[in-house]
């Protein structure tokens, strides 16, 4: 099994995490995105959309991380057999891609990587109200949950990756206390790396 990975992704670590917990041995082959190494014509073959991560499993590839997880945590414990449990899962794995990784990532994504000029000052501005948004989503739902749904999951995964980071992204999470515990949580789980 290999993982083309990006170190510092929050959807590249959520596969490792996630690898590491399972105990599957997997190589991985760093790709540089900020040198061009995921638009070069060589990883297009691997993945056309020329992002990682990509996992490739014997010649099975398979992209997109959240994808990964579920295919990663089929027959395990941390995706439920229970039909609703196993849609909440993927509720908030769909929540996480949509409403969370767009505004929190991205902005993490652009202090670390861009040039502090107008564009990306608009850029940030434009993101503040939805991540904002999507934090207190998730603190009202660990309000009546010690995770996502119920016990630790590929939801949690998917939401640790780049939440515990969210101050990179100028995301304090001082007012979270429900997620500054989750975190924590989270960190505690068997198999836990850091990123």
Not at 32 to 59: A, C, M, Q, W
Not at 165 to 173: A, H, I, K, Q, T
């Amino acid at each position: 099994m290999k993982l083309y990975n990006v170190t510092y992704s929050g959807n590249s670590y959520k596969v490792r995490l996630l690898l590491h917990q399972l105990g599957i041995p997997c190589a991985i082959i760093e790709v540089d995105i900020l040198k061009g190494e995921s638009r070069t014509p060589e990883f297009l073959k691997i993945n056309p959309n020329g992002r990682t991560p990509v996992l490739d499993d014997d010649g099975f590839v398979l992209a997109e991380s959240n994808a990964i997880l579920a295919y990663l945590a089929q027959g395990t414990r941390y995706l439920p057999d229970d039909r609703r449990r196993w849609a909440l899962v993927f509720q908030w794995m769909f929540f996480e891609q949509n409403s969370h990784e767009p505004f929190i990532a991205a902005s993490r994504f652009w202090l670390m990587h861009k040039p502090d000029n107008p564009e990306r000052a608009d850029v940030l501005a434009a993101k503040r109200e939805s991540g904002w948004a999507a934090l207190q989503v998730m603190e009202d739902q660990l309000g009546k949950n010690d995770f996502f749904v119920g016990d630790y999951t590929i939801a949690d995964i998917a939401l640790f990756a780049y939440t515990h980071v969210s101050r990179e992204g100028n995301f304090p999470l001082d007012d979270f206390p429900k997620i500054r515990a989750w975190i924590e949580r989270v960190k505690a789980q068997p198999g836990f790396i850091p990123m």
